[in-house]
């Protein structure tokens, strides 16, 4: 056998490695592309859709329960005041108890499993508003109509909008939060809320807020790049 003792035919004398020398094995990686020279930024959301994110609202003290039926209660936590318009934020509670019918029990262990979670309770929860200037029930983020909300004229106030939502808990206990944007700010009158979950069994009700409340608060928002004194 031919090269050195332990040498196998074919392989570099002791396995060693050699370099390329000339031509490389591989292509030539393309060069980095050029940075573009204008950073495109996202349009903002337009202010009758999202509440601007440049303010620091003003929470108004409103809570109040407005629904409480056998394993499920809805409450409105609190209210938000920005300048041109008010986040409602309401919370729904639904929960095995000792009491509650076969039937009723039944419906609540199906809004409890995990799997029904968003398309049980939160998608059965409608929420509309009346205010001076008309009424207008609520648009789901992933509405259609959104889209072409997004760009032109503002349209016919009021507008309510789902801005904000999701949930926590357990196997017997389930919290949903539901944040609505209002616009514009009422100028005058009263603010009256209107709720029903046909799949929670949260009958239709209303609740209506004092309009020179939220005025009031609204007029203490602070802005984020405001000037520089405290």
């Not at 390329?20 to 030539?28: A, C, E, K, L, R």
């Not at 041109?84 to 009491?99: A, H, N, S």
């Not at 207008?136 to 889209?147: L, P």
């Amino acid at each position: 056998m031919r090269g050195s003792r332990g040498e196998r035919p074919g392989l570099f004398p002791s396995g060693r490695t050699r370099q390329t020398v000339g031509m490389s094995f591989f292509t030539p990686l393309e060069p980095d592309p050029e940075p573009p020279q204008e950073q495109r930024k996202a349009p903002p959301s337009p202010i009758w859709l999202r509440p601007p994110t440049d303010e620091i609202p003003v929470a108004v003290p409103v809570a109040r329960r407005l629904a409480r039926v056998p394993g499920a209660a809805l409450h409105l936590k609190r209210i938000d005041a920005h300048r041109d318009g008010i986040v409602v934020v309401l919370r729904l509670d639904i929960r095995l108890e000792d009491d509650l019918s076969p039937e009723r029990r039944a419906e609540i262990e199906a809004l409890l499993d995990p799997r029904r979670h968003r398309a049980g309770a939160e998608r059965g929860f409608r929420l509309g508003v009346t205010t001076a200037q008309g009424s207008a029930e609520q648009n789901g983020m992933d509405g259609r109509g959104i889209v072409r909300r997004m760009s032109g004229e503002p349209p016919q106030p009021p507008q309510l909008t789902i801005v904000d939502g999701g949930g926590s808990g357990t196997s017997d206990h389930w919290t949903s939060k539901v944040g609505a944007w209002l616009w514009p700010l009422p100028a005058e009158g009263d603010v009256t809320l209107h709720y029903v979950s046909d799949a929670v069994g949260i009958p239709e009700g209303s609740t209506t807020i004092d309009g020179e409340l939220l005025r009031e608060a609204a007029r203490g928002v602070v802005r984020v790049w405001g000037d520089s004194s405290p």
